[in-house]
């Protein structure tokens, strides 16, 4: 199997875990690619030793699975990064927070034990993408949690005139606006008011930010 591996590239201790994933993967032959932000912070900041692999940058990478090492925030960058390719995301917790990266750094030879022996499930999510006709969005269109419409530079509310398959549906006066996906329904969207979703329906959130 080919591994495509994201990680935390700002604590230390979060990426600590690293030396031993690369251990355990070798043990199965198997293939890496690296991101090379994170290749870099492994090799220069932590000064590990890091096998032969191929690095890449942004999203071009092609592989079997991706791994994500750190919390559920380097999961989400991760996720931005796959996007629409349905592409399975692996996520070890060595963060303060576990809802999406679940799998402990004690679990990790067991997990790719039972990878290898094919002896795991697959849970599909939604993923949101947005675009924007009037000028080039910077970073990744895609986002497993939410998109989130906010205000800027003003003390102001702001027009969001909001329509669902072209039809209008309403204008919102508001500081902004959450789109969440039911993996997001817990995330931003619930600490603005936001409905809890069950995680595998296709049900979109439409939740305005102090309407």
Do not use: W
Request: proline share 4%.
């Amino acid at each position: 199997m080919k591994f495509a591996i994201f990680g935390n590239t700002y604590q230390a201790k979060k990426s600590s875990h690293a030396e031993n994933l690369f251990r355990l993967l070798g043990q199965h032959n198997a293939q890496l690619c690296i991101c090379r932000e994170f290749h870099h912070f492994l090799t220069t900041d932590l000064h590990l030793n890091i096998p032969d692999a191929e690095l890449f940058d942004g999203d071009d990478f092609c592989a079997d699975m991706v791994i994500s090492i750190g919390g559920d925030g380097t999961f989400l960058k991760a996720a931005s990064r796959v996007g629409s390719r349905n592409i399975p995301i692996l996520g070890i917790n060595t963060g303060r927070l576990g809802f999406l990266a679940d799998v402990s750094p004690e679990e990790m030879e067991d997990t790719f034990n039972d990878i290898y022996n094919g002896n795991y499930r697959i849970e599909d999510r939604s993923v949101l993408q947005v675009s924007c006709k009037e000028q080039e969005l910077k970073g990744y269109p895609f986002g497993l949690n939410e998109i989130a419409v906010l205000k800027r530079d003003s003390s102001s509310m702001i027009s969001i005139h909001t329509a669902i398959n072209g039809a209008y549906l309403t204008t919102y006066q508001a500081d902004g606006l959450v789109i969440a996906t039911p993996t997001g329904s817990t995330a931003y969207s619930l600490s603005i008011g936001g409905p809890v979703i069950v995680p595998h329906s296709n049900t979109i959130a439409i939740t305005p930010v102090a309407p």
